[in-house]
């Protein structure tokens, strides 16, 4: 792929646009890793000893997975909001952003005068995004909220794993979620300051996002029969939609989703089509409910193919399959895409953005050291404010 520069890259969303962080972690610093790739400029401003995301791991070189996914192409601040002279730096970094993100601890900047309220008062056209746990307005809000806790008190976990044990998703899927949430309630902000010269206070929490997914088993557990049990690799409602396991012991998840696929699966890959007569298995209620008679018939079948065998018959009778890959596997799967990036000097493939676009740059920009852009930002800043105390 020709490299491309910032000169030749076609106009990106957010160009212009000044976003300014104080973040750590992942949520906030996804987020405003998203606007960035997007084309705004992200000032993370760091406390001094950093996000403590930084310190995570060393898998990405040297550096952590955490922090380089989520901080390409901003530009790092050490900034002290408590001591007044950075408090005023912060308040010249304000009046020029355009966007304002924070995932401190519920209260914090509102107690040294940063809070959104406050700050929408002063700059009535910067958009404010707090981040928490469980919101800043119930009994759960001082919380501590780490993914895997969010997991947990959401219910995510109960209804993940399989039925001896509940599962952690093997994700930071609450804090992705709270991110990519944060994300496009910036978006939707700034749509609706373009139309009314305003800005807006938009607000996210990861416990929010697990329940918004959680709407399924909430709506099965309160109003129908009870909340699906943990099957591992099965779907509670569908059958067969699950992992069956070939003759030289890989695992391959199967999906049907009609009898039209029913039949022809029965036909062509079990080659038994009087199985797709069969009144247990006559419709999706039926199977569900005899789903250990139906796992038993079609797990025999499995287990006396090979898995280039298993592969050829469901291609051949059309039914929808998933081999259940290693990392390792998936690092090599023919639908990945991956980006250049340095880290620590090396340049190392990073996934692609799952969203496709225009300006799309082919790369990543490296993320920043502790404190990278203090020097030049003071003076930028401070310039722009001369004779203020700063």
């Given at each position: 792929m020709?490299?491309?520069?910032?000169?030749?890259?076609?106009?990106?969303?957010?160009?212009g646009?000044l976003?300014?962080?104080?973040?750590?972690?992942l949520?906030a610093?996804?987020?405003?890793?998203r606007?960035?790739?997007?084309g705004?400029r992200?000032?993370?401003?760091e406390?001094?000893?950093?996000?403590?995301a930084?310190?995570?791991?060393?898998?990405?070189?040297?550096?952590?997975?955490?922090?380089?996914?989520?901080n390409?192409?901003k530009?790092?601040l050490?900034l002290?909001?408590k001591?007044?002279?950075?408090?005023?730096?912060?308040r010249?970094?304000?009046?020029?952003?355009?966007?304002f993100?924070?995932?401190?601890?519920?209260?914090?900047l509102?107690?040294?005068g940063?809070?959104?309220?406050?700050?929408r008062?002063?700059?009535p056209?910067?958009?404010?995004?707090?981040?928490?746990?469980?919101?800043?307005?119930n009994?759960?809000?001082?919380?501590?909220?780490?993914?895997l806790?969010?997991?947990?008190?959401?219910g995510?976990?109960?209804?993940?794993?399989?039925?001896?044990?509940?599962?952690?998703?093997?994700?930071?899927?609450?804090?992705?979620?709270?991110?990519?949430?944060a994300a496009?309630?910036?978006?939707s902000a700034?749509?609706l300051?373009?139309?009314?010269?305003c800005?807006?206070a938009?607000?996210?929490?990861?416990?929010d996002?697990?329940?918004d997914?959680?709407?399924?088993p909430?709506?099965?557990q309160v109003?129908?029969?009870g909340a699906?049990?943990?099957?591992?690799?099965?779907h509670p409602?569908?059958?067969?939609?699950?992992a069956?396991?070939?003759?030289d012991?890989?695992?391959?998840v199967?999906?049907?989703q009609?009898?039209?696929e029913?039949?022809?699966?029965?036909?062509?890959?079990?080659q038994?089509?009087?199985?797709?007569?069969?009144?247990?298995?006559?419709s999706?209620?039926?199977?569900v409910q005899n789903?250990?008679?139906?796992?038993?018939?079609?797990?025999?079948?499995?287990?006396d193919?090979?898995?280039?065998?298993?592969?050829?018959?469901?291609?051949?009778?059309?039914?929808?399959?998933?081999?259940v890959?290693?990392v390792?596997q998936?690092?090599?799967h023919p639908?990945?895409r991956?980006?250049?990036?340095t880290?620590e000097?090396?340049?190392?493939?990073m996934?692609?953005p799952?969203?496709?676009?225009p300006?799309?740059?082919g790369?990543f920009?490296?993320?920043?050291?502790?404190?990278?852009h203090?020097?030049?930002l003071?003076?930028?800043f401070?310039?722009?404010?001369?004779?203020?105390?700063?």
């Amino acid at each position: 792929m020709k490299k491309q520069t910032s000169e030749t890259l076609p106009a990106r969303p957010l160009d212009g646009l000044l976003v300014v962080s104080i973040e750590q972690a992942l949520a906030a610093p996804l987020c405003t890793g998203r606007l960035a790739e997007m084309g705004a400029r992200v000032i993370k401003i760091e406390r001094a000893e950093g996000d403590f995301a930084r310190g995570y791991d060393d898998a990405a070189n040297g550096a952590s997975s955490y922090f380089v996914w989520t901080n390409r192409g901003k530009e790092s601040l050490v900034l002290d909001f408590k001591q007044p002279a950075d408090a005023e730096l912060l308040r010249a970094l304000l009046d020029k952003a355009d966007v304002f993100v924070q995932n401190l601890a519920p209260g914090a900047l509102t107690r040294a005068g940063f809070g959104s309220e406050a700050l929408r008062e002063t700059y009535p056209r910067l958009i404010t995004c707090d981040i928490t746990g469980y919101g800043a307005d119930n009994d759960a809000s001082g919380l501590k909220a780490y993914d895997l806790l969010v997991q947990c008190e959401s219910g995510l976990a109960s209804i993940s794993g399989a039925p001896e044990a509940c599962g952690r998703i093997g994700v930071s899927i609450c804090d992705i979620g709270a991110g990519m949430n944060a994300a496009i309630a910036v978006l939707s902000a700034l749509a609706l300051r373009d139309r009314t010269g305003c800005g807006s206070a938009v607000s996210v929490s990861l416990f929010d996002g697990a329940a918004d997914w959680m709407s399924i088993p909430y709506l099965h557990q309160v109003y129908g029969e009870g909340a699906p049990q943990r099957l591992g690799l099965k779907h509670p409602s569908i059958a067969p939609y699950g992992a069956f396991t070939t003759r030289d012991g890989n695992d391959i998840v199967i999906s049907i989703q009609n009898e039209r696929e029913w039949r022809q699966f029965c036909a062509q890959f079990m080659q038994r089509p009087e199985l797709g007569l069969d009144p247990r298995f006559a419709s999706n209620t039926e199977r569900v409910q005899n789903r250990e008679a139906l796992d038993q018939v079609i797990a025999a079948a499995f287990a006396d193919l090979d898995s280039g065998e298993v592969l050829s018959r469901l291609a051949e009778s059309n039914t929808a399959y998933g081999q259940v890959r290693s990392v390792a596997q998936m690092a090599q799967h023919p639908a990945l895409r991956t980006w250049p990036m340095t880290v620590e000097g090396e340049v190392l493939q990073m996934v692609a953005p799952a969203v496709r676009a225009p300006w799309d740059a082919g790369r990543f920009e490296a993320a920043p050291s502790l404190g990278e852009h203090t020097d030049l930002l003071r003076a930028e800043f401070c310039q722009q404010h001369i004779g203020e105390p700063v």
